[in-house]
């Protein structure tokens, strides 16, 4: 299993530009999770979704940011205007019907760096 | 609000000298704490889930124990190759969410 992939590993932007980070789960797996990692405030969720359904997403911190899930196989994070701020490494982990509700097995991707100028 | 607190930050050990990292937690209604590896450039990792007090797992060098307010995970004779930052988390029932800790960063000197 090629486990959850995430693109693109590494974004410098400039404040003010769109940023859109992607997500490709584990096949099989029915949630999806959005976090941001950063060193003051460690792992914090930004969104999940159940059946490509959002269920929770009082992390995301502002309007800026926007998060879809058009299919099982794919989502997205998108940041619009960026801020310096915003900084930080993304992860995204998805969990299988039996784990992550039953057992909080999640499955993360290596992360998206983003850093904003 | 569901809270976690690790402690240590860091942590440097020589190897083989056993220690214990703390996670404290305050969560409306604990499903399940759950311990995490991450190490550098990586994802984290799953290592164990404990649902009651009293309840313990191990896993090689490392064993997870449960209380009411806290629980610990045990490195007995740590190998360099457990130098890591371990997250410890918690999940609320009727939430499938998991609220992690900063974590604490162990390094093993040879």
């Known amino acids: 299993d090629a486990g959850v992939i995430q693109s693109p590993r590494h974004e410098v932007t400039e404040m003010g530009q769109e940023v859109t980070l992607r997500c490709k789960p584990i096949?099989?797996?029915?949630?999806l999770f959005w976090y941001r990692q950063t060193m003051m405030r460690g792992l914090e969720l930004l969104i999940y979704?159940?059946?490509?359904?959002?269920?929770?997403d009082s992390g995301m911190p502002e309007d800026r940011f926007s998060a879809k899930m058009p299919n099982a196989s794919f989502s997205t994070l998108k940041i619009q205007p960026s801020e310096p701020r915003d900084s930080a490494v993304y992860f995204c982990?998805?969990?299988?019907?039996?784990?992550?509700?039953?057992?909080?097995?999640?499955?993360f991707g290596e992360g998206s760096r983003l850093t904003v100028l | 609000e569901d809270q976690v607190t690790q402690s240590p930050e860091a942590l440097r050990l020589q190897e083989g000298e056993s220690s214990s990292l703390n996670c404290s937690y305050t969560v409306s209604g604990l499903r399940g704490l759950f311990w995490y590896r991450q190490d550098p450039g990586k994802g984290p990792e799953f290592l164990f889930t404990l649902y009651s007090a009293g309840e313990e797992k191990e896993k090689e060098r490392l064993k997870a124990t449960l209380t009411k307010k806290e629980s610990f995970l045990h490195i007995t004779a740590p190998k360099p190759e457990d130098s890591a930052t371990y997250l410890c988390a918690v999940q609320a029932f009727g939430n499938e969410k998991l609220t992690f800790g900063t974590g604490t960063r162990l390094t093993i000197i040879p």
């Open positions: 979704f159940n059946n490509n359904v959002p269920i929770d």
């Open positions: 096949s099989g797996h029915n949630s």
């Open positions: 982990a998805s969990s299988s019907p039996q784990g992550g509700a039953n057992t909080g097995e999640l499955f």
